[in-house]
């Protein structure tokens, strides 16, 4: 095969993909709706969401029981073949088994289902058609639709899972909506790296303020704002009015923009060069809420505010990294 064959192959592969995840996603109906309140009310009532499934299926068991853990639905894997062997004892009262079975015929998977509903437990399957096995021992199903896998074959799951793991991340996106999981409770499920202490700290723990912080007044000249900047070893100057409001924000990339223009800037005055009202951010707003707003609006310097709108400090874009905050 050539080189523009085998990305064309790629494409195509790609192509047939998106293809399934659109049919996937136009076929969700009120079995969706029935699957979210019966996890919504098994975790509601302190069980969990018991995942299952065999070859890949196991493995997008696996991912979409960790999506599901980390966004405040506790659930667990469990592997058909050593659940029959004694890891039934995973399961509790109030629990609910997915199970993942593009067929619906997966021989571990039928052979489970009977032993996990003598316990009394819910099978909720998710399945590529109503027309199966697993379908018909189920108390609800999930039909995932697809019209063809990516292999050349039609036997390597390709589409099916990729839909099928879509479809999950679906359910568990909607649950942190259903069950009202905000992002407080989120950042006690990640302790640990940058999305833990993105969204456990402050902005008033990572703003620069005091001399590290360049404040001036509207009545400053841009010579006053470079002499701040220089001293703070900051790379903008917040201007404030004579209460200490936000007015506006002076940066090294306006200082450069003017410079090429003429060096007369230095005795202006600073209201007549500085953003207006900038935008900016509350002191007890989330580190990670300062991310989303970089990133939005492409600025490197962020002012804080306090209730009352005065300026509270500033935060560098650079001084993230060293927070370890990104």
Known sequence: MTDQALLNRAREVMSIELEGLALARDALGEDFIKVVHILAGALDAGGKI?????????????????????????????????????????????????????????????????????LGVRIISIVGSRDNTLATLSNAILPVSINREACPFGMAPTTSTTATLAVGDALAMVLIDARHFVKESYARLHPAGAIGRALVLRVHEIMRTGERAAVITTRATVRDAIMAMTSAKSGAALIGDDEGCLRGIFTDGDLRRRLSDSCAILEEP?????????????????????????EKYRIDDLPVIGQDHKIAGYVDIQDLPKMKVM
Not at 101 to 115: H, M, N, Q, R, T
Not at 271 to 292: C, G, H, I, Y
């Open 50 to 118: 018991v995942v299952s499934g065999v070859g890949k299926n196991l493995h997008i068991a696996e991912k979409l029981s960790a999506t599901l853990a980390s966004t405040g639905s506790t659930s667990v894997v469990m592997n058909p073949i050593q659940a029959m062997h004694g890891d039934l004892g995973i399961i509790a009262d109030n629990d609910v088994l997915l199970a993942l079975s593009f067929s619906g015929e997966s021989d571990e998977i039928i052979k489970l289902v009977p032993a996990v509903k003598r």
């Open 270 to 294: 600073i209201e007549a060069v500085m953003t207006a009202n900038p935008v900016s951010v509350q002191a007890d707003a989330f580190a990670v809420d300062v991310l989303r707003i970089f």
